[in-house]
């Protein structure tokens, strides 16, 4: 089964200084249709303009990974942390026990672009955590490439969840088949281009949830794609 969720669908909101779609219900966005998907609670896509961000707030009991698309984003947190992320970077944070944390758009010229994506952890209470990793070859090399798990490694930052996230990227008119273990869920978020998923047809800012699939069939338009393949328990 697949359910498609159209980037026109999302909630949206814009406040001068941050343009944000919401996937799932957010903040003042809600949809009860749209909670989650299992562990996957939030997927931002946010804009933000050049020399603004989000203020010192609080998180709990959350695994939060960001996604650079475009431009820098500069992070501090209460555990003393501080980077600016750029386009291919992956950040990952677990807010567990409690943390507080800034992001700002360091440049006084351009906006930065990006993904913000919330997993329910496990379990509550792990200790707060912060880890990075850089696509560095593997940003627009064709593939699948593992980005975040709950085994880590490598390349692959850590979270506290039966998760595997990978970032996809197919050249003009290629295709990749995924296989999705019995009893897995997939969410598909489109990045950029447009992407075939069997019949549906995948535009940027589109997605899809999946059940009882077990072969994924992806397959680019003319110009490539980006996207973001969650296999979740």
Do not use: C
């Not at 909630?11 to 957010?26: K, V």
């Not at 804009?47 to 990974?65: L, N, Y």
């Not at 026990?97 to 379990?123: F, R």
């Not at 209470?125 to 880890?131: I, N, V, W």
């Amino acid at each position: 089964m697949i359910h498609v969720r159209r980037s026109g669908e999302r909630g949206h909101f814009n406040h001068g200084w941050l343009d944000t779609y919401h996937t799932f219900s957010f903040a003042d966005y809600y949809d009860p249709m749209y909670m989650g998907f299992r562990a996957l609670r939030v997927i931002n896509e946010d804009r933000v303009a050049p020399g603004e961000g989000f203020p010192t707030h609080p998180h709990r009991d959350m695994e939060i990974i960001t996604y650079v698309l475009e431009g820098a984003l500069e992070h501090r947190d209460s555990m003393g942390n501080g980077s600016v992320i750029h386009s291919g970077d992956v950040q990952r944070m677990t807010a567990g026990t409690g943390i507080t944390h800034s992001e700002y758009n360091p440049s006084s010229e351009e906006p930065v672009h990006l993904l913000q994506i919330w997993l329910q952890p496990d379990k509550r209470g792990y200790t707060p955590g912060y880890e990075q990793t850089i696509l560095d070859g593997r940003m627009g090399k064709s593939g699948l490439h593992l980005i975040a798990s709950n085994q880590g490694g490598e390349g692959v930052v850590k979270v506290n969840q039966d998760v595997q996230l990978f970032a996809g990227f197919l050249g003009p008119k290629e295709s990749l088949e995924y296989r999705l273990p019995r009893g897995r869920h997939a969410w598909l978020q489109i990045v950029r281009g447009v992407v075939s998923l069997g019949s549906e047809e995948l535009r940027s800012g589109d997605a899809a949830g999946i059940a009882d699939e077990h072969v994924l069939e992806l397959k680019a338009a003319n110009g490539g794609a980006e996207f973001l393949l969650f296999d979740l328990a």
